[in-house]
């Protein structure tokens, strides 16, 4: 791509520098000529260099935007890994909360049983 854009912009120079001898023959002109086409290739040489400018900073540009992704991606991974942790803690609430309704349950049971053992105690003591 640089070569073609270096060719496009020497193109012009050259039909800019052909038009401009062509227009001019006597010698002042030749000479304002050649100072234009002095002044057409200066600026050709500018028009490089910032496209060099430009072409590494677009470079920079492209790297700091894979440095983004890749944290974007880390980000991403490390949300799941809590979405996970998050997940197993609820299932984990839910067991546990089942577990301690079995336990309150056998509790009233035992106390239903202590209860009437109690007053079994209690009716044979009478006796």
């Known amino acids: 791509m640089n070569g073609m854009i270096s060719f496009v912009i020497g193109a012009g120079v050259g039909v800019a520098g052909s038009y401009l001898l062509n227009k ?3 010698s002042e002109g030749k000479r304002n000529s050649k100072e234009e086409l002095d002044s057409l290739y200066n600026e ?3 028009l490089r260099q ?3 400018e430009v072409e590494r900073q677009n470079e920079d540009l492209i790297a700091e935007l894979e440095s983004l992704r890749r944290k974007m ?3 991403g991974d490390d949300q799941d890994d809590l979405q996970d942790e998050l997940d197993d803690a609820k299932r984990k609430v839910k067991s546990l909360t089942n577990e301690n309704q079995e336990l309150k349950r056998k509790i009233t049971e035992y106390q239903a049983a202590c209860d009437s053992l109690e007053k079994e105690v209690t009716a044979l003591k009478a006796k």
């Open 24 to 26: 001019n023959q006597n």
């Open 44 to 46: 050709n040489e500018k």
């Open 73 to 75: 991606k880390s980000t």
């Open 50 to 52: 910032r496209y060099k």
